[in-house]
């Protein structure tokens, strides 16, 4: 059959699994610190909640599209308790199967064809793609290193923010584990303000932070509901990444334009996972410092090893990343490759992310720090060989290590 071109890319992720896939089946242990996936499982009153809902004959129908009065509510009380802000829920909270699926489909739902919308570089894939379906034209806004990988909007010519439609923010960053101060979030609101933008924060890691650090939500900024959306989930906040549980939550006119086309996309959340995310916004918070120490933990690990090795990552104040620069000439995808291949370790290539990812990994916290741990020494080894093979650096290490190396 002839079917149109597609107006999307292949996901890289998934074409990562299917090289993964074929590695393990020909005997590799692959450790994958590449994807975003919490590997540490939600708090056990979530899943009792859970499991209790699903052996109830009457769980298993449709739910409504906006969710259950008591999710509305749930998502409400977590923006009172940790961010200090008020939602109407009847209005201004709509949930999502994961946050993800809200991303993609509000560009289905505002954006018109010609239509330009800012996206960060690097930054989630989502967001492009969904504009692109949408047959709008993303136009990327550098995230630089030395302004702290926030995006400069004074230089965004004024010709290209007339006809933006949606400016996409994400903090604490997907992939370079920046954090934004609220003050930012404010200038970024009167830039949206003066050209009549749409501002959308992807908040997925708010809550997962390390050394004392809050992040902010952009809703904090006082009028924020008049021209803002939030997406969040618990996903990454409380490790519940498999469930597909979301929500978007702000100006009440886009979500209600995103709820038309959720209306004829989905049917609902499945009720025994409302009701399980209901208790885990609702119930003990406690566990989570706990997961977060174990996060700094695995992050401390790395960057010391890292260090070790010669890089110069930065230290992330907040979610599941680290972001790396890599050695001068060493092109991102082609170390990631090569590395998976020779060292049987996984990580994202800057690429991914956008042109502005060249010269950088993204490093996920998602293993055990032992696994984390033998990740940062095969990748040593494996460096330390490759030097070794071209002549450019004679390994120092001990016969002890030997048989490990010819193992990569």
């Known amino acids: 059959m002839n079917y149109p071109t597609n107006k999307l890319t292949p996901n890289f992720f998934a074409t990562l699994n299917d090289k993964i896939i074929e590695l393990k089946s020909a005997g590799a242990d692959i450790i994958r610190l590449d994807i975003g996936s919490p590997d540490l499982p939600p708090a056990p009153h979530i899943v009792e909640v859970l499991t209790r809902s699903a052996s109830?004959?009457?769980?298993?129908?449709?739910?409504?599209?906006?969710?259950?009065?008591?999710?509305?509510?749930?998502?409400?009380?977590?923006?009172?308790?940790?961010?200090?802000?008020a939602l109407?829920?009847?209005?201004?909270i709509l949930p999502l199967l994961g946050s993800k699926e809200g991303v993609f489909h509000l560009s289905l739902a505002l954006l018109n064809p010609g239509d330009i919308v800012l996206i960060p570089d690097p930054g989630y894939q989502t967001y492009a793609q969904g504009a692109l379906l949408a047959e709008a034209k993303p136009v990327t806004v550098p995230l630089l290193p030395e302004n702290n990988c926030?995006?400069?909007?004074?230089?965004?010519?004024t010709e290209i923010a007339q006809r933006a439609k949606i400016l996409w923010l994400n903090y604490p960053n997907n992939p370079t584990a920046a954090i934004a101060p609220l003050e930012f979030f404010a200038e970024a609101l009167d830039f949206c303000r003066r050209f009549n933008i749409l501002l959308c924060h992807d908040a997925a890691y708010t809550q997962v932070t390390f050394d004392d650090y809050q992040a902010p939500s952009l809703l904090q900024v006082p009028r924020?509901?008049?021209?803002?959306?939030?997406?969040?989930?618990?996903?990454?906040?409380?490790?519940?990444?498999?469930?597909?549980?979301?929500?978007?939550?702000?100006?009440?006119e886009a979500l209600a334009e995103l709820l038309k086309i959720k209306s004829h996309a989905d049917s609902g959340l499945f009720l025994p996972v409302t009701?399980?995310?209901?208790?885990?916004?609702?119930?003990?918070?406690?566990?989570?410092?706990?997961?977060?120490?174990?996060?700094?933990?695995?992050?401390?690990?790395?960057?010391?090893a890292l260090r070790e090795m010669g890089f110069s990552p930065q230290v992330p104040g907040a979610s599941l990343y680290i972001w790396c620069p890599l050695p001068a000439a060493s092109p991102s995808d082609q170390?990631?490759?090569r590395l998976l291949e020779d060292a049987h370790v996984s990580l994202a290539p800057g690429t991914v992310f956008g042109p502005r990812g060249e010269g950088f990994v993204r490093i996920s916290l998602v293993q055990p720090i032992a696994r984390i741990a033998e990740a940062m020494e095969r990748i040593h080894l494996w460096r330390v060989k490759r030097e070794a093979w071209s002549g450019k650096f004679r390994s120092p290490l001990s016969a002890s290590h030997s048989t490990t190396m010819d193992k990569l």
């Not at 129908?61 to 940790?82: C, K, S």
């Not at 469930?243 to 702000?250: H, T």
């Not at 009701?275 to 700094?296: H, I, K, P």
């Open 88 to 92: 109407d829920h009847e209005t201004e």
């Open 150 to 157: 926030l995006p400069d909007l004074s230089a965004i010519p």
């Open 275 to 304: 009701e399980a995310s209901v208790a885990a916004l609702t119930g003990g918070q406690s566990w989570l410092a706990d997961r977060n120490a174990a996060y700094q933990e695995r992050r401390d690990v790395v960057i010391a």
């Open 335 to 337: 170390f990631v490759l």
């Open 56 to 85: 109830r004959p009457d769980s298993h129908g449709y739910q409504p599209h906006r969710g259950i009065v008591a999710l509305r509510e749930a998502w409400g009380e977590m923006y009172r308790r940790v961010h200090g802000v």
């Open 224 to 252: 924020a509901i008049e021209l803002a959306v939030e997406f969040n989930t618990l996903s990454k906040s409380h490790n519940m990444a498999g469930w597909r549980s979301g929500v978007a939550v702000g100006q009440a």
